[in-house]
C-alpha cells in the first residue's frame, strides 16, 4: 500500500491537492482482492448457522414466485390445492394470505396506484406474481409453483406509451379514467409579446427520439433472505433482520419497518456484497415485501433469490419518446426549445416514468445559453415490467435530447456540430448559473472540454480520412460524433461520516453511503489515512447495516464521495485534532509540535519522543479520551459534472452494421480524488452507452409478451465487443464541499451515447441521412442508407400525441418530482 504522508492539510476548494498529499494518486483498489478471488459475499451465499452460531435455529426456507403469463387479465381464481400437498412445501400465499396493503417502494408517482405484495384481482405484466410458494429446498418450491392453477380472464394490452395516450387506450386503472401518472407543462422565458417561445427564430429543427427500454441487468438479481426471530445488537432489541442484495441499506429498513408496522430500530437491514445496482436496487420492491410477509407468518428464515429472467423484467429503466423542437438564429444561437416528452412508467405506476417529469425537466437546457424553455412531460403507465431508474435516471435522456437537436441546427445551418455547440456553451465567468428550469450549476469550464476531446481525437485529421472514404465510393464509412454535456449529482442534503481508532491502532471508517462496486473503501480509506497520516492498510471500511451504521442515504445520484466522503473527511479531522491535543500531553509538547506517520505519533525533529498508534490508542482508553467523531455533513445543494465526448465509428453501408473504433471522453468531476477509480466509472458509463446506441433494446410485443427476457435474446455486450477508451478529466473544483468533488459515476453515459448516435448519422450524413433512432442497430442503418440511395428523406419529425394539448402551462418554477 502507498504510505500516507507525515502532515496533513485540507484541501481547500478551488485549490490543488497539497503538496505530498496522497490526495489526487492512483491507490489501488482494496476492494478488488476479494472480489478477484471468490472471498466476497453475496445474499445467496449467506448460511444462517454462520450468521448466528449461537442461535442457528431452524434452516432457511425459500420462497419461488408464481407469475403472470398474460400482460392484463383479471384473476378469475387461483387453486393452490395441489401445490400445498406436494413434498417439502410448508406455505402457499395469495393476496388472500398475505394481504393486499401496498408495499411502499422507492418512489411513488401517483398517491392512487401500488402494489401490494402479491397481485390483487388483476394482472397488469407479464411476471405480475400472483403467489408465492415456500418449501424446504428452491427445487421442491419450484416444482410446487409449477402446481399452481391460475384462471386468467384476458383484458385489453397497451404497451406503447404513445398509444397510451389515446382517448380509447385501455385502461390499468379504470377508476384513474387514465394512464397518465404524472404531468407537468412549464413555460419559461416567452420572447416579449409572444407565447411561442420558438418565435424569434430564423430556423427550427425538430424530432421525434427515441431512448428505449434498458434492462439493468446487474451481475447478481435481486435477493432476501428475511429471519423473523428476535435477536439483539449493542442492546437494541430486533424484531426483523433482512440481508438484501440492496443500494440503500437504510431506506430498505424504513420501507420494511413501514410495511410491518415496526419502529425503524426494530429492523435490521444488512447488505452484503451488491453485485451491481446502478439505480435497479433502491429501496425494496413488492417482490421483497412479499418474502417479509412469508417469513412472519412462517416463523422462521426465508430466502428468495430471481432467476435472471425474472430479473430482466423487475430491473428496467430507460423508455422515453421525445418530441423537441429547437429554434436558431441564422449564425447558430439558440433561441427557444420546446419538448413535449413521454416517459413510460411500465405497469403500476413505475417511477422509471416520472423521470421525464421531475430530472428531464431540470436538465432541459443542459450546458447551453438558451432564453426560453416550454417543457412538457407526461408518465404513462402501460402493460409493461414497471420502470424504474438507471446509471443517469433522465439526465442521459435529457442530454440525448438536446444533441440531437444540436446537430440537426448544424446541419440545417451548415456548421460543424463542435462550432454550433461553441457558440451556444455557458461561458466559465457564468458561474454559478441559474437556469431557467430551477437548476443552479455550481461550476464549470464547458468549452475547454470540449476543446480538449476535439484535440485528443484529432477531429480534423479524422474528417481528412471521411473525406477520402466519400469520395472513394468505399462500403465503410467513417462518422465522428461530437456531444457535450451537463448533469446534477449529489442532490445536496448530508451524509453520515465516522471516525474511530481502535484500541490495535487500527482506523474504522463508516459512511451513510452503500457501496456496490465503486470504491467506497478506497476512497475513504484514502482520505482517512490522508487526514490522519495513517497508512491506507490501517483503515478497515464498515458499512451496509443498519445496526452499525446509524443513518444513511446510500449510493444513488453520484452522490457518495461529495456527501460521504466530505463526511467522513470533517470526521477525521476531528479525530486527529484529538489526537494531537492528546498526544501533546502525553509527550509534552505544544500541539503544534506534534506530526502523525503511519507507525504513530511523535514530536517533531525529536526521533525518541514517539507512541505508536496502539500505544497512543491505549492512552486515550485509560485517561478517558474519545478518539471517534461521528458527524453529518451537509451539502447546500446539487453539483453539475460536465464534459465532452467524441465518438468514431464505421458503418458498412451495404450491411448496417456499425463497429466503434474510438471513443474520446474528457470529463470534469470536480477535483480527482482518485484516478483510477474515476477511470473506472468513465469506462463503465462510457460501455453502458455506447451499448445504449448501438445493441441494447428491451422489447415487448403487442400483446405485452416479452421478447427479450433471457440474455439469448438481449443484446448484452461482452468485453469483446468494446474498445479501449481515451479517458482524460479536467478538473473545475466545486465550492460546495470541502473535497471540491462532485460526481461521476453517471457521467459517461451522458456524453457517450448521444456521440455514438451522432457519430452513426454521421457517417451517412453524405447520402442525406439526418437521424437514425437508437439502438442504432444494422436493420435501421441499413433502411436508412437504403432509403437515402433511394431518394427518400423520411421525415424524424411527427406530431406527438393530441394529450399535450390538454396540459395547461405554469410560468416559472414547477414541482416536477418524485414523492421518495
Not at 108 to 133: S, T
Not at 279 to 292: D, E, L, N, P, W
Amino acid at each position: 500500500m502507498t504510505p500516507a504522508p507525515t502532515t496533513s492539510l485540507a484541501a481547500a476548494p478551488g485549490a490543488s491537492w497539497p503538496p505530498g498529499s496522497l490526495l489526487g494518486n492512483a491507490v489501488p483498489r482494496v476492494e478488488d482482492p476479494d472480489l478477484l478471488t471468490g472471498q466476497s459475499r453475496y445474499v445467496d451465499d449467506l448460511r444462517l448457522d454462520e450468521l448466528r452460531p449461537d442461535d442457528p435455529g431452524a434452516a432457511v426456507a425459500h420462497a419461488v414466485f408464481v407469475t403472470s403469463p398474460v400482460a392484463h387479465a383479471r384473476i378469475v381464481g387461483i387453486d393452490t390445492t395441489e401445490a400445498e400437498s406436494a413434498p417439502g412445501v410448508l406455505a402457499v400465499h395469495t393476496s388472500d394470505s398475505l394481504g393486499s396493503d401496498w408495499v411502499p417502494g422507492f418512489a411513488q408517482i401517483n398517491k392512487e396506484v401500488g402494489h401490494g405484495p402479491l397481485a390483487d384481482g388483476v394482472v397488469r405484466y407479464v411476471g405480475d406474481a400472483v403467489a408465492l410458494v415456500v418449501a424446504e429446498t428452491v427445487a421442491l418450491a419450484r416444482d410446487a409453483a409449477e402446481l399452481v392453477d391460475v384462471d386468467y380472464e384476458d383484458l385489453p394490452v397497451v404497451v406503447d406509451p404513445e398509444s397510451a395516450l389515446a382517448a380509447d387506450a385501455p385502461l390499468q386503472f379504470p377508476a384513474l379514467g387514465t394512464n397518465v401518472a404524472q404531468s407537468v407543462r412549464a413555460v419559461h422565458g416567452l420572447p416579449t409579446g409572444s407565447n411561442d417561445v420558438l418565435a424569434d427564430a430564423d430556423v427550427v429543427v425538430r424530432a421525434r427520439i427515441e431512448n428505449q427500454r434498458l434492462a439493468t441487468a446487474p451481475i447478481e438479481p435481486n435477493a432476501i433472505l428475511v429471519d423473523p426471530r428476535p435477536s439483539s445488537h449493542d442492546g437494541t432489541d430486533i424484531a426483523l433482520t433482512a440481508y438484501v442484495a440492496t443500494q440503500q441499506p437504510h431506506t430498505a429498513r424504513d420501507l420494511i419497518a413501514r410495511y410491518t408496522g415496526l419502529e425503524p430500530p426494530q429492523v435490521r437491514v444488512v447488505a452484503p456484497h451488491v453485485g451491481g445496482a446502478f439505480g435497479g436496487k433502491a429501496g425494496i420492491s413488492y417482490t421483497h415485501g412479499a418474502v417479509v410477509a412469508a417469513a412472519r407468518l412462517l416463523g422462521r428464515p426465508v430466502a428468495w433469490t430471481e432467476t435472471r429472467s425474472e430479473a430482466m423484467l423487475s430491473m428496467t429503466g430507460r423508455g422515453h419518446v421525445q418530441f423537441a423542437e429547437m429554434g436558431f438564429t441564422r449564425d447558430g444561437r439558440a433561441v427557444g426549445l420546446r419538448c413535449r416528452n413521454i416517459g413510460d412508467c411500465g405497469a403500476y405506476a413505475g417511477f422509471g416514468g416520472s423521470l421525464a417529469v421531475g430530472p428531464g425537466h431540470l436538465m432541459a437546457q443542459g450546458p447551453y445559453a438558451i432564453p426560453a424553455i416550454d417543457y412538457s412531460a407526461v408518465a404513462v403507465m402501460t402493460n409493461t415490467a414497471p420502470n424504474g431508474a438507471f446509471r443517469g435516471a433522465g439526465r442521459p435522456e435529457a442530454a440525448a435530447l438536446l444533441e440531437r437537436m444540436m446537430d440537426l441546427g448544424a446541419a440545417e445551418l451548415g456548421l460543424a456540430p463542435e462550432e454550433i455547440r461553441r457558440r451556444n456553451l455557458l461561458p466559465p465567468e457564468a458561474f454559478p448559473y441559474a437556469t431557467l428550469t430551477g437548476a443552479t450549476y455550481d461550476v464549470g469550464d464547458y468549452v475547454r472540454a470540449l476543446d480538449e476531446a476535439l484535440r485528443v481525437a484529432d477531429v480534423e485529421t479524422l474528417r481528412a480520412e471521411q473525406a477520402r472514404r466519400r469520395t472513394a465510393g468505399e462500403a465503410r464509412q467513417l462518422g465522428i460524433g461530437v456531444s457535450t454535456y451537463v448533469e446534477v449529482t449529489g442532490f445536496g442534503g448530508s451524509e453520515l461520516g465516522s471516525v474511530r481508532i481502535e484500541p490495535d491502532g487500527s482506523v474504522v471508517v463508516m459512511s451513510g453511503t452503500s457501496a456496490h462496486g465503486q470504491g467506497h473503501a478506497t476512497s475513504f480509506a484514502m482520505i482517512v489515512a490522508d487526514r490522519l497520516g495513517v497508512g491506507v492498510d490501517a483503515v478497515r471500511y464498515v458499512q451496509s447495516d443498519t445496526a452499525v451504521v446509524r443513518s444513511g442515504g446510500g449510493t444513488g445520484g453520484s452522490r457518495s464521495l461529495q456527501l460521504g466522503g466530505s463526511a467522513v473527511s470533517a470526521a477525521a479531522r476531528e479525530v486527529r485534532d484529538r489526537v494531537l491535543e492528546l498526544a501533546a500531553e502525553v509527550l509534552e509538547a505544544a500541539p503544534e509540535d506534534v506530526e502523525t506517520a503511519p507507525d504513530g505519533v511523535g514530536v517533531r525533529g525529536v526521533p525518541d519522543r514517539r507512541r505508536s498508534w496502539t500505544e497512543l490508542a491505549g492512552e486515550a482508553e485509560r485517561r478517558g479520551v474519545s478518539l471517534r467523531a461521528d458527524m453529518d455533513v451537509p451539502q447546500d445543494g446539487a453539483t453539475f459534472p460536465n464534459g465532452a465526448h467524441v465518438s468514431v465509428v464505421e458503418v458498412d453501408v451495404e450491411t448496417g452494421l456499425v463497429r466503434a473504433l474510438r471513443h474520446v471522453a474528457v470529463d470534469d468531476c470536480g477535483r480527482v480524488l482518485n484516478p483510477t477509480i474515476v477511470a473506472g466509472q468513465q469506462h463503465g458509463g462510457i460501455a453502458q452507452g455506447i451499448s445504449q446506441a448501438l445493441w441494447e433494446h428491451m422489447q415487448w410485443d403487442v400483446d405485452g409478451q416479452p421478447v427479450t427476457s433471457t440474455l439469448a435474446d438481449y443484446a448484452m455486450p461482452t468485453a469483446a465487443d468494446t474498445l479501449s477508451y481515451e479517458a482524460r478529466t479536467i478538473e473545475t473544483p466545486t465550492p460546495l464541499n470541502e473535497l471540491g468533488a462532485k460526481g461521476i459515476g453517471e457521467s459517461g453515459t451522458l456524453g457517450s451515447t448521444p456521440a455514438v448516435q451522432s457519430a452513426v448519422v454521421d457517417a451517412l450524413s453524405h447520402l442525406g441521412v439526418r437521424h437514425v433512432d437508437i439502438p442504432c442497430t444494422p436493420q435501421r442503418v441499413w433502411q436508412a442508407a437504403r432509403d437515402a440511395g433511394d431518394g427518400r428523406r423520411p421525415d424524424p419529425w411527427r406530431e406527438p400525441p393530441a394529450y399535450f394539448d390538454s396540459l395547461v402551462p405554469q410560468h416559472g418554477d414547477v414541482d416536477g418530482g418524485v414523492e421518495v
